[in-house]
């Protein structure tokens, strides 16, 4: 090699070199849904998280400061933060509370988790071998596509117009109370906001509407990752201890959602609690809208996974054709063999190896008989709708007394 290549092989390796200030460099395999963006390029800028979303209570602490405490100075400072000034003050709005001291953080501390869980995803499908060397070209496609679409700064564009353009002309009309507030009150020709109002209106409910509705996003950029991955040919094996051909990690994956769900039970505990508190509803009203936020979040978190359905059912047709035709080959051996006098006259029954082999196949072929076609644990399914509901297990005390409730549990366990 000459001088001039040794200098110029040197020159690339320097530029090619990481230096102090760049980040780490990452995993081509490393995927996450959410760690990009640029509200995430954004709060790394103001030292509110690290490339791996660390420092999580800084970023609460500081977006509580913006969304909450000003309104309990103005709220104050109006002398509408308790007393009978207003139907409802603001210490006594267990919505605004629950919304922004709950389940704000909720959707903080998802991101930390999804994040966590749902990085070695990709890398679960290529080290187990479940992408034939024909589909990796497609599913480097997917994964492409899902992190351009993470990434996208008009897809926040627009979810910021959503926010100031739906938000604030839906909201009046379902999300007020129709009693005077801390931040409304009654005026000729519909609300009159007070100074907190103001704020709340306009920068700590937007906000909280947009870190909500970036979760959709978010949701919709993994569901639609699954439908690409779903519609690449899948290396399935229908003997898998897992039940599930080897996309068992897909069902332990979706837990990783649980904060963002329980984030949806807390605020419709507030806005629950708000109407019984103050307008004298009752939890019974709402059941409807339990069970329809249960089923929402349910069909959005675990149903994308029935979309490897369909492989998993041709993976059990084919196993159970191609075990079945393996298993009868041998049971006709090993039926001529020790039943008709094919083995030799020195060769012990007790303690064969065949009787063991006959054994192996017999779990082999259990295995892809008692396989699931359906991606989801019946365990999975449960954890997820009791993490949505049990922010509003409190609000039974308004139905019975804790006394009644104890005594009624009591009977229940004994």
């Known amino acids: ?90 210490l006594l709005d267990i919505e605004v509370h629950v919304r922004f001291l709950l389940t704000l953080p909720l959707l903080i501390v998802a991101e930390l988790v999804v994040h966590q869980r749902m990085r070695p995803l990709v890398r679960e499908f290529l080290e187990r071998g479940l992408l034939p060397d024909a589909s990796r070209a497609r599913f480097d496609a997917a994964v492409a596509a899902a992190q351009r679409l993470r990434n996208s700064a008009v897809a926040e564009g627009l979810l910021i117009a959503l926010v100031y353009v739906v938000g604030l002309l839906v909201w009046p009309h379902y999300g007020e109370l129709n009693v005077a507030t801390w931040y409304a009150v009654p005026a000729r020709g519909g609300r009159e906001l007070s100074p907190a109002g103001w704020w709340f209106v306009y920068v700590s409910l937007p906000l909280f509407q947009f870190i909500l509705l970036r979760w959709y996003f978010r949701l919709f950029v993994w569901i639609r990752f699954l439908a690409q991955v779903a519609r690449c040919t899948l290396s399935l094996v229908p003997t898998h201890p897992d039940r599930v051909a080897g996309l068992g990690f897909l069902s332990g994956s979706v837990v990783a959602f649980a904060p963002l769900l329980a984030a949806h039970g807390t605020l419709l505990t507030g806005v629950i609690a708000n109407r ?49 035709t393996l298993a009868q080959r041998y049971v006709r051996a090993f039926d001529d063999k020790w039943l008709r006098g094919g083995a ?59 006394e009644e409730l104890l005594k009624r549990l009591l009977q229940v366990v004994f």
């Open 1 to 90: 090699m000459t001088n001039t290549s040794r200098s110029e092989a040197s020159l690339l390796a320097a530029l090619r070199a990481p230096r102090s200030g760049d980040p780490p460099a990452r995993d081509p395999d490393d995927f996450s849904v959410v760690l990009g963006g640029p509200l995430y390029q954004l709060i790394r800028r103001a030292h509110l998280a690290g490339d791996a979303l660390q420092l999580w209570r800084r970023r609460i602490v500081v977006i509580a400061l913006v969304a909450w405490l000003p309104l309990l100075i103005l709220s104050m400072l109006e002398k509408r933060a308790w007393g009978d000034a207003v139907a409802v003050p603001f």
């Open 276 to 324: 019984i508190f103050f307008q004298g509803a009752a939890l019974l009203e709402f059941k409807v809208e339990l069970v329809v936020v249960v089923a929402f979040l349910l069909l959005v978190v675990l149903g994308p996974l029935l979309l490897f359905t369909p492989h998993l059912a041709t993976a059990r047709r084919v196993g159970l054709r191609e075990y079945g």
């Open 344 to 402: 030799s006259a020195g060769e012990p029954l007790v303690g064969s190896a065949d009787i063991q082999s006959l054994a192996d196949l017999g779990n082999s072929f259990e295995l892809v008989r008692s396989m699931r076609v359906v991606p989801i644990t019946r365990d999975a399914l449960l954890q997820l709708a009791v993490i949505t509901l049990l922010p509003v297990a409190p609000l039974l005390l308004t139905m019975i007394s804790l």
